[in-house]
């Protein structure tokens, strides 16, 4: 995730980054340059045609085109803004889990307390790595297990040595039983929205009608525009590319893009703040 100041307009215009769409599109713009030259050499040059019937039709097409950009835009923002919400809710639970243990256990603090807190300051880089289908770095985990939950399990198996060294009792359970619950409750919520994309057929009609509105646009405003088209038709396929590109890339706000959710921070911030807690 890149950090930037909002507010800073002339440096936010003039800056590029690996992941801006223009460099992404750069090769296209330039085949679709050459494409409008070649149609508006034609027709100006050549053959003289007429092709300026379709104005009308291209300008409704393009609202049409908007409208659906926008929801797909809406679509994807939602999907990443929930998942800013998940980690937030996780940060909050792993806090509040740690700091009722540390109530909880009142004598001096056991093995069995500090591997706890050692486990739930574990499971976000965990989960970090699961939802991006990589294996946890830790050797204690094995591979052939949704991670996740094993770690999961490891804190309930904890929390439940800890009461049988009587550090907890049953009402204690069910002060921790919200926190321990809701870890479940977050990864399952994550791998719903990794696991579920927009629907195939609706992204494969948005770039379809995309390509077919700007290999057509030159034909209706030639007449227009002159040799401009070649201009024009290349700003309109810049904007409405990359308005798909940026919804593709934050549908799935868990991976490594730069305009995914900072995971490895969230999980550094969880873990610093259980180890400052235990």
Known sequence: MINYNPKDWFGLIFKFHKSD???KLFWVIISLACYSLILAYLEIEVY?????????????????????????????????????RLWGSLVNNSRSLSLKLKSLV?????????????????YPSVLTQHLRSKKAKDNRIPEAVHQPNFVHGKIHQLVQTLKKEQHLSDTHLLF??????????ICGACERIKNTP?????????KKFIFIYIITMPYGFIKEFGYGIILATTFVFYVLASLELIAEEIENPFGE??????????????????????
């Open 48 to 84: 003289k045609l007429d092709f300026s019937s379709t104005p009308a039709l291209h300008s409704i097409l393009g609202f049409v085109l908007s409208i659906l950009l926008v929801f797909r835009t809406n679509t994807a923002y939602d999907r990443w803004w929930e998942g800013r």
């Open 106 to 122: 009142q004598t001096e603090p056991s093995q069995t307390y500090k591997e706890l807190q050692e486990w739930i300051a574990l």
């Open 176 to 185: 921790l039983d919200t926190e321990l619950r809701a870890y479940s409750d």
């Open 198 to 206: 927009i629907p195939y057929s609706y992204s494969l009609f948005l």
């Open 21 to 23: 769409t223009f460099r």
């Open 257 to 278: 893009d730069a305009n995914d959710l900072d995971l490895e921070q969230i999980s550094k911030t969880i873990e610093n703040n259980i180890k400052e807690i235990a």
